[in-house]
């Protein structure tokens, strides 16, 4: 399952992963992975999540970002979810029909994997497509 948590900078949309997460990872019996470009959310997001930054990766395409999700699981098997705060400064990338595809990636990733990704998307109403309103969360 892909969900999509879209709006603006500044609504609250970071408060909402937050929460998400601190929640699953008291629910989920399998592993949960935050992942974040800087460590903003270090002080936040409780100690039993696995809390990844993407600067030392050098991630600058939504390809590489695939990859590195794929091989942040072949690591570890037992992943249930993954967050992903503010998709367009962690991809590198805020072009909306690649950002499509990646959710689209996603979906099959994530159903093949048993594995649940809500994402943060900073993005006008106006600027919203078919493809990233199909996985927004209302």
Known sequence: MVTVIAGLKGCGKT?????????????SSGSVVCIERGQKL???IVHNVRLIDTI???IRSYQVLRGFITGIYAGNYDISDVFIDSL???SNDSQTQECEKFLQWCE????ENGI????TISI?????TE???????T
């Open 116 to 119: 649940n990704f809500i994402i």
């Open 56 to 58: 030392p990766y050098d």
């Open 108 to 111: 099959t990733f994530g159903k």
């Open 124 to 128: 006008g109403e106006e600027e919203l």
């Open 88 to 90: 367009f400064k962690v």
């Open 42 to 44: 270090r002080h936040d």
């Open 15 to 27: 408060k909402q992963l937050i929460d998400l997460c601190n929640e699953t990872s008291q629910k």
């Open 131 to 137: 493809g990233i309103k199909k996985y927004r969360k």
